[in-house]
């Protein structure tokens, strides 16, 4: 199963959308970004399932959240997800 990688600007941020995430049902996981999927260096980033990817992104932007961006994880390789 694919896993999706939600980019914040900074820790607080990243925690901020773990925890309106987890209120709202979604399993996630806050951690450091792996390095280079940022061109500006240390990032954190909220893990969440394929399932949930968009209706998290939704929750995030509704409550002002604003991803730097977000990348689809499958086997290894990252893939860049359009912020629609």
Known sequence: MNQYLIVCRS?????????????AGITNRVF???????????????????????????????EGIHPVKAVRMEGGVYAEVPLV
Do not use: D, H, I
């Open 11 to 23: 820790v607080t941020q990243a925690q901020r959308a773990g925890r309106l995430l987890t209120s």
């Open 32 to 62: 450091r970004s792996p390095v280079g999927l940022t061109e500006r260096g240390c990032s954190y980033s909220v893990k969440v399932r394929e399932s949930s990817f968009w209706r998290a992104l939704a929750l995030l932007r509704q």
